[in-house]
């Protein structure tokens, strides 16, 4: 009879990453760049947080910097990105405020679905 060991996933090994940007939309090329960038992050598997700012789970630091590599080779020639880097543990340390009133805290996904 074999054993099966599961090994308990630490919530510092895991990371969020948070990319909040400004980018001009005042010409059809502005506007271009935008959709690019926005659409760049949401094939990306980055979900939408609030407007202009999206939020996607890592598997580790690793997975951080290839995302971060991307994003820098996508940017626009023009705006503001901001990339943040946080752990699960962090992650579950959000405020959230809806309201006026403090809202649920953010839940970190149950699984990862590997390809």
């Known amino acids: 009879m074999s054993t099966v060991r599961f090994t308990k996933l630490s919530g510092y090994k895991f990371m969020w990453v948070m990319v909040l940007f400004d980018l001009p939309t005042t010409t059809k090329q502005e506007r271009h760049s935008y959709t690019e960038f926005r659409s760049l992050l949401l ?8 407007y202009s700012v999206y939020v996607r789970h890592t598997a ?14 996508a940017m626009p020639p023009e705006g503001k990105v901001d990339i943040l880097q946080f752990t699960d543990k962090q992650y ?9 009133r403090r809202s649920d805290s953010l839940k970190n ?3 990862f679905i590997l390809f």
Do not use: T
Request: glycine content about 8%.
């Open 109 to 111: 996904p149950e699984q």
């Open 43 to 50: 094939d990306n598997a980055f979900e939408m947080a609030q």
């Open 92 to 100: 579950e340390n959000i405020v959230c405020l809806r309201g006026g």
């Open 60 to 73: 580790g630091k690793e997975a951080v910097q290839a995302i971060i590599r991307k994003i820098e080779a």
